[in-house]
């Protein structure tokens, strides 16, 4: 089998890049693989669902470029195929008085970003909503932060792909490059010829890169997510998105409370950031990463803790997290009234495949994208990928000069 691109994973943004693809009239010899039998089972379809606005991202980097153009497109194509969506907005609060001025750098970064964002005082919070505590008396208010389904929006595109000729060989857990001869062995008799190999394998792209060559610098550290959900006992309703100050110099947006996109689904408290002995370690330890995943991890915390004391502060603000108690308090400086009776465990779990820079002794704060001239490594692919997966996938082609 020839084709002109192959495409390593089956999430979101392997899935538009397909679609651009065919669009931009590169080409339609196109074959995607998968490991898993069905498409989305790992990052793109453990997110919390939110379409974000704009607001967090520095200005100038890849994640700022396509966050705000991503979702306006992503939201025409869900309103095109008649998919579910909340256009719920959301509002960002400092849980601590300390935190206030935070909210005006956050304003900032959004204007510069195009976002379209208020800063709000606590009235017209409690007109929003009235369940929230600000303990500043100011908030942003971003209307334009919606929620989706993630799985949903996966389905739809793969059957828009597969009927526009695209080739998604599912259940492929066991294939073997052969780089000089571009070719990728599925098993004794099945072959794929490629042109260019794109990899966007998420939590195991950096192992595919460095098959390359590529990248050796880049490793991923797993961080698990772990939500919790609101019970029917809640005598008000959470309509809007509620999120914290986050810690800027940290790639996590702290615990927040999102609204489904379905009436009969949910609020979900979370996601939680825990270091996790796996890539793919949603529930329990089924499999501990090798030796050098330990190694970098033990890098990770030496070059923090000696040289960015905001890491202390994870541990402090987010490592312990996972428990209901610490949880539970994080979640009453949004919302005073939520007690323990009122959330449950929810069986919903995410790793986000962050990616640490073993020369810099960094965690990256913005997509990674290695082009080389038959191959290219999207790494770091962390939110908002999701929201802003079609112009990714322009940013993309255009990195490929095609």
Known sequence: MNFDFVIIGGGMVGLTIAHQLIEKNISKNICLI???STLGRHSSGRN??????????????LRAKVCIEGSKRLKEW?????????????????????????????????VKNGAYVELIDQKQLNEIAPFVHSSSGRAIFSPNTSVVNPLEIIKSLENELTSKGVKIL??????????????????EESYLNYGHLINCAGLQADKIAHKFGVGNQYFILPFKGVYWEIKNNLPFKINTNVYPVPDLNMPFLGVHFTPSC?????????????????????FGIKRIEPITSLRNISLLFSQYIKNKGNFRSY??????????????????????SIKAQN????????????????????????????????????????????????????????KMKL
Not at 317 to 333: C, D, G, R, T, Y
Not at 374 to 398: G, M, R, Y
Request: proline share 4%; charged share 25%.
């Open 34 to 36: 998968d490991k898993e």
């Open 48 to 61: 919390s669902g939110v379409l974000h606005a704009g607001i967090y991202y520095k200005p100038g980097t």
């Open 78 to 110: 869900i309103e095109i195929k008649k998919l579910s969506i909340n256009n719920c907005g959301k509002v960002i609060v400092p849980q601590k008085y300390n935190l206030d001025s935070q909210i005006d750098n956050l304003y900032e970064r959004g």
């Open 170 to 187: 599912k259940n492929q857990t066991s294939w073997e490059i052969e780089i000089k001869q571009k070719t990728i062995k599925l098993n």
């Open 262 to 282: 379905n009436v009969d689904k949910p609020t979900t408290i979370g996601p939680t950031a825990n270091l996790a002995l796996g890539r793919e370690n949603y």
């Open 315 to 336: 541990f402090h603000e987010q490592a312990f997290l996972s428990f209901q108690p610490f949880l539970l308090k994080e979640a009453q400086n949004l919302v005073p």
């Open 343 to 398: 959330i449950k465990l929810s069986n919903k779990v995410g790793i986000r495949s962050q990616v640490f820079n073993k020369e810099q002794g960094t965690l990256e704060d913005d997509f990674i994208c290695l082009t080389e001239k038959e191959s290219t490594h999207l790494l770091n692919v962390i939110s908002p990928a999701f929201t802003a997966s079609f112009s990714f996938a322009d940013l993309v082609l255009e």
